[in-house]
């Protein structure tokens, strides 16, 4: 994350890359120019051959996708303005009138919306089942989605926000390989936003395609605003293909501040993920705490533990708190925080704080929010890098204000 992918000597011995603020690219001679855009119209196989148009590569932006892409041991990556940028470019890339998408549920509010309130006015439908779901749920909704037009895409979230319930994902892509001939097969995307690159992979396990937020983990500072698809060269070139149209790349600071943020990520997911292992233990046995919704403590046995023990190598920073009492108990103990931050988001340096019944998910039906646990007492929290204890001193300081 140091220096793959940059050479100082091409930029006056800088150590760091130079952020390239420039819209456009010089050619060196016509016949370059046009050698350039047979690639990157698809005219020629194999890409660009160099920089043209900043719309649709530059170079801060191209160091950031090999390393990206090293990280989970993928072909390629491409990097996007937000995480709803890569989410929107992704589905608009595979997805036509009449198609149906597969997905688990709940997924991120904002990509449920975009599907069902968006798409849906497009004529695409969606049939969705449990993230916990086993083998026979996910076959029974596939089914039920070729029934409802083509499958073009089976989209996932795991962990999923804001249950934090896991994915198997490896049934998912055994599911698919069984329902569709070879040829059809409609791709596996995943939003892999809490818990990658560092403690799942799940290209591993059979997805084609990673889905990032870069503005939680990967950004980490809580300064910026990104996104990212990971995996197969051949459908990350069909994205690739559609974000040069519309532009949904993000600027070279963006890359540039994402650049320094890789050299941290290892330090700080660790360091956040031993951290929340400690809050989680404190919080876990205090009188005014019904229950801890953290990866760490599944039940052995469980079929969210066995999905854990094949796909998972660490339990994250960010967890759900349930109080005993309501969404009075729930805005006592955030209001009495003064270490954490009381703000939405996740995967930053700082600890933050929220009452997803209240903010985030305001907008939910309140039947499927009683289905999906999001409940007024509530409160999500994302774990940074700052001194555990005195995570733990505030945390016990607000539930003796509750
Ligand atoms: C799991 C998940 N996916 C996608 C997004 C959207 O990302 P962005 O806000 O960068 O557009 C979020 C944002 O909270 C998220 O939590």
Redesign the pocket.
Known sequence: MMGYGFDPSLSEGSLKPPIFLTSTFVFENAAAGKRFFEGVTGKIPGGAEGLIYSRFNGPNQEILEDRFALWEDADDALVFA????A?ATLLLTFVRPGDCIVQSGPL?A??EGLIAKILGQFGVSWVDFPSGATREEIDAAIAKGKAKGRVSLIYL?SPA?PTNQLVDVEAVAAARDAAFDKGERPPIAI?N??LGPMWAKPIAQGADLT?Y????YAGGHSDL???ALVGDMQLINQVRMLRNTIGTICDANTAWMLLRSLETLELRMERAGENAAKVCEFLRDHPKVESVGYLGFLEPGSRQADIYNRHCTGAGSTFSLYLKGGEKEAFAFLDALSIAHLAV??GGTETLASAPAAMTHLSVPDERKAALGITDNLVRISIGVEDPDDLIADFANALNAV
Do not use: R
């Open positions: 937000s995480g709803m940028a989410i991120y904002a990509t979230e926000n939003d936003t809490f889905v937020s870069l503005t939680k605003v990104g996104g988001s996740l």
